[in-house]
């Protein structure tokens, strides 16, 4: 499985999404993949699977069907995330 973060560091979001990056890692001892959506990779990976409203947390299994999805704020919990990270 793969949990990829979409976010842009700066904006509204970027210090809460920091925030529960560090806290996942902290409480599960794995990191989360994150990208950027204004670099050409996070641009077209967005393209992909339609997200149009960051931050947005996807979960994919291993041949890129999407397994789950979160958009926008309040962030999803550790636990909900981490069943697929």
Partial sequence: MRVVVLY????DHGRQ????????ARQTGRQLETMDPDTREGADFARVYDVVEY???IALSDDGQLQNHWR????????EVSYYA
């Fill in 55 to 57: 931050p947005t947390i």
């Fill in 8 to 11: 842009r560091e700066a904006s």
């Fill in 17 to 24: 999404v920091s925030d529960y990056l560090r806290d996942f």
């Fill in 72 to 79: 926008g704020t309040p962030l999803p919990t550790i636990s």
